[in-house]
């Protein structure tokens, strides 16, 4: 069975992810995951404020690093360390000034720069009881 990681955080467009994000409409700031203006019940003036947005699906490496050992949880990935297999994340720049937090997919880990162009994709997360979960990453353009 295959299902997203989580529900309103991104949707799949083809081989892009498009993340859903926020902004306030008085000061332009964005935000990933997106504010839930449900959140702020009693508050009209901040619901009103808050806009839904689409996130670019194009970016640059800001940062990364590799995950070498199963991390704790809430990861959802199998944490056997004789199954663990080791990953990159890292910090993409989107165009609307937010850093995301991602897995960087289809990368040997030394040929990634800091400021290399990155376009979204997805990749699937397998559970330890078989369930394959999909989530956004980030993978090197071209």
Known sequence: MTTL?????FRVDGERAVLFASRRRSS?????PAERP????GAPEIQDDIEAIELSTHGSLYTFTTQEFPPPLPYKGNRDPKVFKPYVVG?????EG????SLI???DPADLQIGQPLVSTTTT???????????FAFRPEG
């Open 28 to 32: 332009g700031a964005v935000k990933f």
């Open 125 to 135: 997360l397998e559970t330890p009881d078989g369930t394959s979960l999909v989530t």
């Open 98 to 101: 937010v850093l995301v937090e």
């Open 105 to 107: 997919v289809d990368a």
């Open 91 to 95: 910090f993409v720049e989107l165009a």
């Open 38 to 41: 449900e959140l702020f019940d």
């Open 5 to 9: 990681i989580t529900e309103g955080l």
